[in-house]
């Protein structure tokens, strides 16, 4: 399993961008599919982003074509890019990482970042 920190959070105005940064100790991250949640108070986590070892990636509608996922093996971190930020992004964004063929009872989680979105 991976040890996860997220790094990156922050006040951001309406329009503006964020960079996430996910970064992942442990031993082969590179096999690890990686994932992007958000979380606000009182609602279920929501998925945002996922990226596969093979680095396809997929997004939620709400956010697609605004954010976008990227990994770097050589430094066991994975990258949410945030642009054109709205309020309703306003959450804690946490980072998950997946084995292969795991059936998730061992996902890990990082312990979330803090993005706020306001003028």
């Known amino acids: 399993q991976l040890q996860l920190v997220e790094f990156g959070g922050g006040l951001v105005q309406p329009g503006g961008s964020v960079r996430l940064s996910c970064v992942a100790s442990?031993?082969?991250?590179?096999?690890?599919?990686m994932s992007w949640y958000r979380q606000t108070p009182g609602m279920q986590r929501e998925f945002v982003a996922g990226i596969t070892s093979g680095d396809l990636a997929n997004y939620a509608g709400s956010v697609k074509g605004r954010f976008n996922i990227s990994r770097d093996n050589t430094k066991g971190t994975v990258y949410l890019q945030m642009n054109n930020l709205k309020p309703e992004d306003t959450a804690v964004y946490l980072c998950?990482?997946?084995?292969?063929?795991?059936?998730?009872?061992?996902?890990?989680w990082g312990q979330g970042t803090q993005v706020t979105v306001s003028s």
């Open positions: 442990g031993s082969d991250f590179s096999i690890y599919a």
């Open positions: 998950r990482s997946r084995r292969p063929y795991s059936d998730g009872r061992d996902d890990s």
